[in-house]
């Protein structure tokens, strides 16, 4: 379960005006997502802040230091490594002016996520591709992250200024007229490309397939195992693994496909999930990272290629808790039966779209189910 806790500061309205506060998510590989209320005075905040923009990976053992944040009257006390702090979620979103000054600039960013673990994996990629770090700095600059920050953490100063570098991504967009999915209403969002289709599935509907899930459930695995067996804690049903397949589990598949126009050989086949209380999916993306060591396994030469579009749809009204968030845009949906989310994966040009990160919120009462059809860039 979530923890939850306020972080007071010492310096507060004694000066006059009461400072801003904010609601923080840390999120720290191997740990549940820590939820903090914290005044943007408080030192705390400045060295989460720096810490995230001074980040070290797990063989620098030289500058990965053991942090800690005590809470209370200091009788709970979290540690971590330096290395396993991923990202930070403030709202409202951190701005430099609000920070103290012993906060270097470079630890700030104009974006409640700051140098996330996905983002990171991006940058340092494209270095080890050899690309030109000026028009990375460029790349960074116009997605709202501040000069410094980006000079740190890519170990680089632009050799010629900034308004004379081409930004090599700058048709790489979701300024696309989109696709047309009757009744389905679309995002008001530049970034990402995501419907939302009321009453897919009816409660019949809805009832049945939940009955089917709950008779086939196994443990529900991710991409990468070995970096946080707590990352997902649902359980799975693969239809694709019964022998034979009910109708309205293969009626379902081709009503979804035909949401994006694509043929189910594109699918990897239809899923159903079971979140009990307490259960979650930490913050990931669906898309297959160009930077992990098995990509070629899951989306190189021979396979189906990479993730496209998502669908997933609700099942039931989740009582409390169970809402799927994109961290990266500060948007929620709440669990509602037979709402469909829809979400392309990818940029117009096929680079996978980090605002598409997404976590499965804790259930608090109640279960969650749900329905997710994955699509592929290569059908049959």
Partial sequence: MTNNHSISSDSTAARGAPPQMHDLTVYVQGLE????????????????????????????????????????????VLY??????????????????????ATPPSALAHSDVIFNDVWKAWIWENISRGCSKDQLFKVLIDHGFPYDAIRV????EPTVSLHEISNPLSNESTHTPGIYIPNADRLGSDKIELYTLDDFLDEPECQQLIELVRLRLEPSSTLDEGRDKY?????????????????????????????????????EGLQGHIYEVGEQYKAHCDWFSPSAPDFEK????????????????????????GE????????SF??????????????????????????????????????????RTHGS
């Avoid at 989460?48 to 942090?67: K, N, R, V, Y």
């Avoid at 979103?93 to 103290?100: G, L």
């Fill in 324 to 331: 799927t968030v994109f961290v990266n845009l500060n948007c």
């Fill in 33 to 76: 997502p820590l939820e903090l209320v914290c005044s943007h005075e408080n030192p705390v905040l400045g060295m989460l802040l720096s810490a995230l923009a001074h980040g070290c990976d797990h063989s620098d053992q030289a500058h990965d230091q053991l942090m800690y944040l005590q809470f209370g009257d200091e009788e709970e």
């Fill in 298 to 321: 899951h989306a190189g030469p021979g396979t189906a290629g990479q993730r496209t579009w998502t669908i997933m749809v609700y099942l039931n009204d989740t009582e409390r808790g």
């Fill in 231 to 267: 990352v997902r804690t649902s359980r799975t049903c693969h239809f694709a693994k019964i022998k034979d397949i009910p109708t309205i589990v293969a009626d379902v598949t081709e009503r979804m496909c035909k949401l994006v126009g694509l043929d189910p050989s594109y699918t």
């Fill in 80 to 101: 971590f490594r330096r290395s396993r702090l991923l990202a930070l979620r403030a709202i409202p979103p951190i701005q430099p002016d609000m920070v103290a000054r």
């Fill in 334 to 375: 709440a669990p509602r039966r037979g709402l469909a989310l829809i979400w392309n994966n990818l940029y117009a040009s096929g680079r996978p779209n980090i605002y598409t990160m997404h976590e499965a919120r804790p259930v608090e009462a109640g279960f969650k189910a749900v329905l997710t059809l994955w699509f």
């Fill in 153 to 156: 953490e890519i170990n680089h």
